[in-house]
């Protein structure tokens, strides 16, 4: 993990945020394969920044999709309202 964290400071305009994004949502069960999938784009893409890889992550790694399962739910079965 520490290689890849390494990686993730690499890119452009990284922050704090940006890196603690990422890994969280490595972390949520399930998603651990997706590590590679953002470490090949970061590579693949070196101009990229922080941004660019954020929308990735969220566009095609099938992130809403995982961050659904994670909503909480009303007594409705509705997202509730924070």
Same mark, same amino acid.
């Given at each position: 993990?520490?290689? /890849?964290?390494?990686?993730?400071? $690499?890119?452009?305009?990284?922050? !704090?945020? /940006?890196?603690?994004?990422?890994?969280?949502?490595?972390?949520? %069960?399930?998603?651990?394969?997706?590590?590679?999938?953002?470490?090949? /784009?970061? $590579? !693949?893409? %070196?101009?990229?920044?922080?941004?660019?890889?954020?929308?990735? =992550?969220?566009?095609? $790694?099938? /992130?809403?999709?995982?961050?659904? !399962?994670?909503? %909480?739910?009303?007594? $409705?079965?509705?997202?509730?309202? =924070?």
């Amino acid at each position: 993990m520490e290689e /890849f964290r390494e990686l993730l400071k $690499t890119v452009d305009r990284y922050y !704090d945020g /940006f890196e603690q994004a990422v890994i969280s949502y490595i972390k949520m %069960p399930g998603c651990a394969y997706k590590k590679d999938l953002i470490a090949s /784009f970061i $590579t !693949d893409h %070196p101009k990229a920044n922080s941004s660019d890889v954020l929308e990735y =992550m969220m566009n095609e $790694t099938g /992130f809403w999709e995982t961050y659904a !399962d994670y909503i %909480p739910k009303s007594s $409705t079965g509705n997202a509730a309202v =924070m």
